[in-house]
């Protein structure tokens, strides 16, 4: 994980899609986020968004910080650090701040790296 498990982000997922579940369309969380089902659409998240190994999401992500166990397509504007852990897929453009990719991740596509991440939900990027 990116951080211990003491981490207020990782204690309280406000939006949860369970394995089974579906989502299709767009949605913004000002909280945390845990997907195992499957999303299609936009989803922003103010927090930390979770892709549980079951989950799959095909669309535009933007959030705070990510943790990938599954499956993305599309594109990924994480404004901290994503990380995919073994076993996740990704296939699109990711920009972030920081990266951890373990052994067993599937990656293809871009990424791009920047020193002040990307704008967080609801603000402008600064230049």
Excluded: W
């Excluded at 990782?10 to 089902?37: A, N, S, W």
């Amino acid at each position: 994980m990116m951080k211990g498990k003491s981490d207020k982000g990782l204690e309280k997922m406000d939006t949860i899609i369970g394995q089974g579940g579906y989502f299709e369309g767009t949605i913004t969380v000002h909280g945390g986020t845990r997907i195992d089902g499957k999303f299609k659409g936009d989803i922003k998240v103010e927090g930390l968004l979770v892709v549980g190994k079951t989950g799959v999401i095909d669309g535009e992500i933007f959030a705070k910080n990510a943790i990938i166990g599954g499956h993305v397509t599309g594109k990924m504007k994480i404004a901290e650090k994503v990380e995919f852990q073994s076993g996740a897929r990704f296939k699109g453009e990711l920009v972030c701040k920081g990266l951890i990719i373990q052994d067993g991740v599937i990656f293809d596509g871009t990424c791009s790296m920047t020193e002040e991440g990307v704008a967080k939900p609801g603000q402008a990027q600064s230049k």
